[in-house]
């Protein structure tokens, strides 16, 4: 008897793909392999930028797999009707489509249940990743798909029928014109594996804890978009003021174009480049004498040296370019832009190239991204100024730094930044504008920094 040549071609690659997925044993498992990795983390109140990427890229491979069996799902449901009348006759797709989803169900659920446990996991799980192409909320559309009562009746009534007339399928399968489905029999151990025997109540259970869930992320989500748009307002309106009397209206920055070219000459791919407006507003609501931070990617010459790629569909950058986050977002920036400031000091990290090849090219993942007005360094979908040197070094060659609560958030100010760094082998490269002097190296650079931190 003559198959449907598009359906047999349906199955064969449905049959890869559930095969290929069912044989991963970490589908749907985010932590394998990193049994303490949520303890250590719920215990600092916040995930490292190093886990943050493991979790992400596990996500990101779940969601890939997951993709590639609703894709099998939606190809051979069609073709396998509703009700035991339609699946006995196309009992090699059915055998298909049941098992592909058996395999989401499972999945979804191993996922499901340490994320439901951990605040920290859902909110990141829910966050948009654009390098990797999850939109935002992607973990609560999980949670409302694998909830849906009336698809969950149906899977069980299938696997069920499925179970009771198990001895009937081998024979048929491999009877199917050119054994396009010879192997489909093989997913008979997935559908058993499925523990799916619920009750009407059970399912509408778990129905109301999703909706639950879905009200209080709803509202949570309503009140910190209130939040973000009041520091936006206040945050854009004290970045574009000026403190009065501190330097004369028109007055230029004390770093020249000439002592500007002078210091890009000398700085080199990773460097840390912590600055300051003398008469900046914002001067007085953070702490110490060093407000902002950017990295230094170089010029095209030495970023092909290193190796380092700018990101798709950034502009292209052939002199020397900073990745800074301001008010507008995370962006490249020459260093006309950066360096037009009052003060300047340079940390250079002590690490390997292939280290500061890592650091930077994790910068360069949030490149694009928005400013964050509240902050709060815990999530990672908008970034401020010193989090794009945090989420670039931190795990890389050893360097881990911590965030501190400030004014009841955790984030990692510049004077912290810089002292943290010092800590971790970073050394004094150059300042500019420090007291009376223009530019200093060096022992004499460490004094001059060593000055403002102290109030000397």
């Given at each position: 008897m003559a198959t449907d040549p598009s359906l047999d071609?349906?199955?064969?690659?449905?049959?890869?793909?559930?095969?290929?997925?069912?044989?991963?044993?970490?589908?749907?498992?985010?932590?394998?392999?990193?049994?303490?990795?949520?303890?250590?983390?719920?215990?600092?109140?916040?995930?490292?930028?190093?886990?943050?990427?493991?979790?992400?890229?596990?996500?990101?491979?779940?969601?890939?797999?997951?993709?590639?069996?609703?894709?099998?799902?939606?190809?051979?449901?069609?073709?396998?009707?509703?009700?035991?009348?339609?699946?006995?006759?196309?009992?090699?797709?059915?055998?298909?489509?049941?098992?592909?989803?058996c395999l989401l169900v499972t999945g979804t659920r191993r996922l499901r249940r340490p994320v439901m446990h951990s605040r920290l996991l859902r909110k990141a799980l829910d966050e948009a990743d654009t390098r990797r192409g999850v939109p935002a909320k992607s973990f609560a559309g999980l949670y409302r798909a694998t909830t849906a009562p009336r698809r969950l009746h149906l899977l069980h009534a299938a696997q069920r029928w499925c179970l009771e007339h198990r001895s009937e399928f081998a024979p048929p399968a491999r009877e199917s014109a050119g054994g396009a489905v010879e192997g489909a029999v093989e997913l008979l151990p997935i559908i058993e594996a499925l523990d799916l025997n619920p009750s009407r109540e059970d399912i509408w259970r778990d129905r109301l804890r999703y909706r639950w869930f879905s009200f209080r992320r709803r509202h949570h989500s309503a009140w910190k978009r209130s939040l973000f748009e009041v520091f936006r307002w206040s945050g854009s309106l004290i970045a574009d003021l000026h403190q009065p009397g501190v330097k004369p209206p028109g007055a230029p920055k004390r770093v020249s174009p000439a002592l500007r070219d002078q210091l890009v000459a000398r700085l080199e791919p990773g460097d840390v480049v912590v600055t300051r407006h003398e008469d900046a507003l914002s001067n007085l609501f953070l702490p110490g004498f060093w407000p902002h931070a950017s990295l230094y990617l170089g010029d095209a010459g030495q970023r092909d040296a290193l190796g380092l790629e700018l990101p798709a569909g950034a502009p292209a950058a052939t002199g020397p370019h900073f990745l800074e986050a301001r008010k507008d977002g995370v962006r490249l920036r020459p260093a006309a832009d950066t360096l037009a400031v009052d003060a300047v000091v340079v940390l250079r990290p002590t690490l390997p190239a292939e280290a500061v090849h890592r650091a930077l090219d994790n910068a360069l993942q949030h490149w694009g991204k928005l400013y964050d007005f509240v902050f709060d360094f815990r999530r990672s979908e908008r970034l401020a100024c010193t989090e794009v040197i945090y989420r670039g070094f931190d795990g890389v060659g050893g360097v881990n730094f911590r965030l501190e609560e400030v004014g009841g958030r955790l984030c990692l100010p510049a004077e912290e930044l810089i002292g943290q760094a010092l800590e971790q082998g970073f050394r004094v490269v150059a300042t500019l504008g420090i007291g009376r002097a223009d530019f200093l190296t060096g022992r004499n650079a460490e004094l001059a920094l060593h000055g403002t931190r102290t109030g000397l």
């Open positions: 071609s349906n199955l064969r690659r449905g049959l890869r793909a559930i095969l290929a997925v069912a044989a991963g044993p970490t589908h749907g498992k985010l932590l394998s392999g990193h049994p303490r990795l949520l303890s250590r983390a719920e215990k600092r109140g916040y995930l490292s930028p190093e886990e943050d990427q493991l979790i992400r890229v596990r996500y990101a491979q779940y969601l890939a797999e997951r993709a590639s069996l609703v894709a099998v799902l939606d190809s051979l449901e069609p073709a396998c009707g509703r009700g035991p009348a339609d699946w006995e006759g196309c009992r090699p797709a059915f055998l298909t489509a049941l098992a592909a989803a």
